[in-house]
């Protein structure tokens, strides 16, 4: 068999699946009056979710809403074979037209499918990253009905995800392949098979990467799946000026996914309000928007968190920063705070942890430095793993983060969930966590709230102890409890089916 002839073989293969789950019986059908017979169904039915379907296995990637749109209008006022001509032109545009055209379609109905492309590809894990590998685990635990995707490297479709990769996201706090290892599996192409959701529900528990956006809108909007995502916050462009450009316009086209997605379950009150008023205005398209609920994080550390031991009398007493390093997590804010408080005398320990770019991170590193050579005991870690993570948060005598903008604010739980007090804000989602106690709430546009704030941290015992005992004596959500919550505010449409 010619390429030509394989590739020929592996389209019709895709067909033959697409036809099976639109219900046509294929039998004997020849290949040329397959096209045929799919082309009509989709004249006759003028079905969106159809036309996608049969669109995904003629190219064998997933369209965009600009291409299936055209699509349905050459099938509609042309000939199948220029219709389809038309498909395979604008796959053949790509590099690896080859391995596209040969790839094999498997269609997924019985099972929530879950794009969790970050987690699989990458060992980054922080704030959404802990989010989706203690949510998912729960969930294959409880039982649920998932079934866990990536994206290709392409980013045309999405696909199944390898053992490393499933490592990765389900075994996170228990890996059995440790980072930098490279399983055998992962030299195996996994980009042949197309896992296609079809009348069933897709979850994105993360913010997509800009290059699946396109495909994820026209899978919302024309596929026939109810899309549920996780509404993290909408920082991006409600504070656009403390962010990379890039980042905003990022944000931006992910709200195309968002407006036709039927769910969005925000992680805090104050994330979901952000989203209601996105839905609110898409109204003005004449969109319903999502409906918009919100199932708060939990506070839940890992059990191996527990037992470190807390400083000694005569060490100083330990503030700790955690949170990756931008403008809006104001850091620089505390940096002043603690060199104003060490001028005037106090003496302790500062540790700052979190990664950022160089462009932010490097003018505060070198006054980091500065600093320490004028006696301030302060450090900038940006890179640190769990163990010596869960280490500091019970080391402290407090943490803080007096962030001007959160979606949640994990670190201020995973502290008080060990019991130690926070320094935060006094608005938005921090202001949701403080309430609960253990927290000292200021504003964090304040240097005088915050010096005054860190002040009465480091001088005052009993507040220290007041705020410890809250801590201590707070209702703490678990990570099962958050799984159990998220699925039922999902509710999905599989779900209920089952």
Request: glycine fraction near 8%; hydrophobic fraction near 40%; charged fraction near 25%.
């Amino acid at each position: 068999m010619t390429s030509t002839e394989a590739l020929q073989s592996a389209m019709l293969a895709r067909l033959g699946v697409a036809a099976e789950a639109l219900g046509i019986e294929v039998g004997d059908v020849a290949p040329g009056d397959l096209l045929q017979i799919l082309s009509r169904r989709i004249v006759e039915s003028r079905r969106t979710d159809e036309a996608w379907l049969v669109y995904i296995a003629v190219s064998g990637s997933f369209p965009t809403p600009h291409q299936l749109t055209n699509f349905l209008s050459l099938i509609e006022l042309s000939t199948t074979a220029t219709a389809m001509l038309a498909v395979l032109e604008g796959t053949l545009a790509g590099a690896s037209q080859r391995h596209v055209l040969g790839r094999t379609l498997r269609v997924e109905s019985e099972r929530v499918v879950v794009d969790a492309n970050f987690c699989a590809t990458q060992e980054h894990n922080t704030g959404i990253q802990r989010v989706v590998r203690e949510t998912l685990p729960k969930w294959e635990r409880q039982g649920r009905s998932i079934r866990i995707v990536a994206w290709t490297a392409d980013s045309t479709v999405m696909r199944e995800i390898d053992e490393y990769e499933t490592d990765r996201v389900l075994s996170w706090n228990e890996r059995r392949y440790p980072v930098g290892h490279r399983h055998p599996m992962e030299s195996v192409e996994f980009t042949e098979t197309i896992v296609v959701p079809w009348k069933t529900d897709v979850f994105l528990p993360e913010v997509p990467l800009p290059s699946t956006t396109a495909a994820l809108a026209c899978l919302a909007e024309f596929s026939g799946n109810s899309v549920t995502l996780i509404g993290h916050d909408a920082i991006p462009l409600v504070s656009a000026e403390g962010q990379p450009n890039s980042e905003s316009e990022r944000f931006a086209h992910f709200l195309t996914v968002v407006k036709h997605a039927h769910r969005v379950i925000g992680v805090s009150e104050s994330a979901a309000s952000e989203f209601r008023g996105f839905a609110s205005a898409v109204r003005a398209q004449g969109l319903a928007g999502p409906s918009v609920t919100a199932v708060p994080l939990a506070g839940e550390v890992p059990a191996r968190a527990a037992g470190t031991r807390r400083p000694g009398p005569r060490e100083l007493p330990l503030v700790l920063c955690v949170g990756s390093h931008e403008p809006r997590k104001n850091q620089e804010a505390v940096l002043f705070a603690a060199e104003y408080l060490h001028h005037q005398g106090h003496r302790f320990r500062i540790v700052f942890v979190g990664r950022g770019s160089r462009a932010v991170t490097q003018d505060f590193d070198a006054r980091v430095r500065r600093l320490r050579r004028r006696g301030l005991d302060v450090r900038s870690l940006r890179s640190l793993d769990d163990e010596g993570l869960w280490a500091l948060y019970q080391e402290a005598r407090f943490t803080t983060l007096v962030s001007l903008h959160e979606g949640f604010g994990l670190p201020v739980v995973e502290s008080l969930a060990l019991g130690t007090p926070v320094l935060t804000s006094n608005f938005g989602s921090l202001a949701e966590i403080a309430a609960q106690g253990g927290c000292l709430a200021v504003d964090p546009r304040s240097d005088v709230e915050i010096i005054e704030g860190m002040r009465r941290l480091l001088d005052d015992d009993d507040l220290i102890a007041r705020l410890r005992s809250e801590a201590s004596n707070a209702a703490s959500r678990t990570w099962s409890e958050y799984a159990q919550e998220l699925w039922q505010a999902a509710d999905f449409e599989l779900a209920v089916r089952g």
